[in-house]
Structures are given as structure tokens and as C-alpha cells.
């Protein structure tokens, strides 16, 4: 069975410092570099929020504070500070990570009227990532995933996952949740495990 790890969205601006820091964000990244290390995987694909600057899913776009809602396009958006502008060192990978065994990168987010978690599609559903069309070209069945943020990004990439046909695995001490809720990280984790994902340690 051919096995991919997919490293979601460990950029500047979700780690330490950054404008959208996750809390916790930078313990990941040894973890993360161990199970490349120690792991023989197929594929190794990094996703990568990848905003133009006038983005709708920043608080500054709309006139808004962040942690406001609006509706954008028919779907509820969260009002976010502006993050991982293209070409910034915000949206780059953070240094520590180790790309050396990386065979491919998905960008996301750029569609300037929507906004995009997972690493498969928007948040509309409307345009697909490529990320489900690479792995299948490579005849991946199995997908463990990593990365920031586990209760958003983390976990509709996930979700989408396993609704593409994937056995789909999280690593628990892979990924570190926004908690903009104190309860969002749990509740990601029981509404992952419902529609499939198993938790690793």
C-alpha cells in the first residue's frame, strides 16, 4: 500500500511570531522532520495558504474586526488578520522544517472571493486543489497528515481525506489547534474520528 504524508500549512505566519500564530505551533516541527525521518513514505506533499493581499477572508478587506463572521459567497467566513500573503515572509515555510524529502507543493487560498482550509478544495467546493488528482496519479491509498492548524485546516483537509477514498491517519502530536473556542481542538478531534480518521498517538 503506497502512503503519503501530507505537511499542512507550517508557514511563518501560523508559527511562532507569526501574524496568526497557532499556540504551540513550533513544537510540531521536530515531530513533523522525526516521522519523515524514520518513515519511508511515497509522497511527501507540503500545503501552503497562499493569499493575495486584498483576500475576503481578511478582517482589513472587509471593514471588519477579526473574529467577526460574515457570509462570503453563500458559506460563513471567519475574519481573519491578514496572513501568508503571497511572496511574504509570512507565507513561507518555517526554516526548521525539512523539505529535503518534499516531492510536492499545493498552494491554496488564492482565489481572492474565497477562502480555502483544506489542502483538496475550497471552502465552496467550487475548485479542487489538485492535491486528490497527484495522488491518485500516484496511486496513494493511505494519507497521514500533520500541520496548523488541527481545527480548521488540519481537520477539513482530513475530512476530505476520506471522503476522496483515503485511509486517512492524524498524528495528535503532529498538529496544534487555534482554539479561537477553548473547546475547538476536542471537537475537531471527536467530528474527525466520526467520519473516519483514526488518531495516532
Known amino acids: 500500500m503506497k502512503k503519503a504524508l501530507i505537511i499542512v500549512d507550517v508557514q511563518n505566519d501560523f508559527c511562532e511570531g507569526g501574524a496568526l500564530a497557532v499556540p504551540g505551533a513550533n513544537e510540531v516541527i521536530p515531530y513533523i522532520n522525526l516521522l519523515m525521518e524514520e518513515n519511508e513514505y511515497d509522497q511527501i506533499v507540503l500545503t501552503q495558504d497562499w493569499h493575495p493581499a486584498n483576500h475576503k477572508s481578511f478582517a482589513s478587506n472587509n471593514d471588519r474586526k477579526v473574529g467577526e463572521s460574515i457570509i462570503l459567497n453563500g458559506v460563513p467566513q471567519f475574519m481573519w488578520p491578514d496572513h501568508c500573503v503571497q511572496g511574504t515572509f509570512g507565507a513561507e515555510f518555517h526554516k526548521d522544517l525539512n523539505r529535503d524529502k518534499v516531492?510536492?507543493?499545493?498552494?491554496?487560498?488564492?482565489?481572492?472571493?474565497?477562502?480555502?482550509?483544506?489542502?483538496f478544495q475550497d471552502n465552496n467546493h467550487f475548485m479542487k486543489t489538485g492535491l486528490d488528482d497527484f495522488l491518485k496519479y500516484h496511486e496513494i491509498q493511505l494519507v497521514?497528515?500533520?500541520?496548523?492548524?488541527?481545527?480548521?485546516?488540519?481537520?477539513?483537509?482530513?475530512?476530505?481525506?476520506?471522503?476522496?477514498?483515503?485511509i486517512t491517519c492524524l498524528h495528535f502530536n503532529g498538529t496544534r489547534a487555534v482554539n479561537v473556542k477553548p473547546e475547538n481542538g476536542r471537537d475537531a478531534i471527536y467530528e474527525m474520528i466520526q467520519k473516519g480518521v483514526t488518531v495516532l498517538g
Request: glycine residues 10%; proline residues 0%; hydrophobic residues 30%.
Open 103 to 119: 516531492t510536492h507543493i499545493i498552494q491554496k487560498g488564492k482565489n481572492t472571493e474565497i477562502d480555502s482550509y483544506s489542502g
Open 144 to 166: 497521514e497528515i500533520v500541520g496548523l492548524a488541527m481545527d480548521y485546516c488540519v481537520k477539513f483537509t482530513c475530512k476530505d481525506a476520506v471522503a476522496n477514498g483515503y
